[in-house]
């Protein structure tokens, strides 16, 4: 192969690598305790959440999580608004879980009232 060609090939995968690595792929585990969340819902605080991709990927994963009702992503604070179902009680560790499996990092979540 021509060595301008080498470059310019490598500078294309390296720039990828790059451009895939910017939104939402942390991958970072955080500990999540044994809690259960009741009430209306919670807000999470979300690493990694970059773009209109990102909201759609955690608000899909967080759907799957028995007792969610709805979420809204925050991308300007990194944080996602989930409503849960009436008399829901959802375990922190499998909000936190969906959010790790997309490739997010999760630093923690509040209840709301």
């Known amino acids: 192969m021509h060595p301008m060609i080498s470059r310019a090939v490598g500078a ?31 807000i999470l605080t979300v690493e ?7 909201a759609e990927s955690i608000t899909a994963l967080l759907s799957d999580v028995e007792g969610v009702a709805s979420s809204k992503v925050n991308l300007e604070n990194g944080t996602v608004d989930v409503a849960f179902k009436p008399g829901a009680a959802v375990p ?5 879980r969906a959010v790790t499996d997309g490739g997010f990092t999760f630093r923690g979540l509040r209840a709301k009232e």
């Open 12 to 42: 294309v995968c390296v720039s990828f690598a790059l451009l895939a690595g910017a939104c939402g792929a942390t991958q970072t585990r955080a500990d999540a305790s044994s809690e259960v969340v009741r009430g209306s819902g919670a």
């Open 48 to 54: 990694g959440l970059g773009c209109p991709m990102c």
């Open 92 to 96: 922190e560790a499998s909000l936190a």
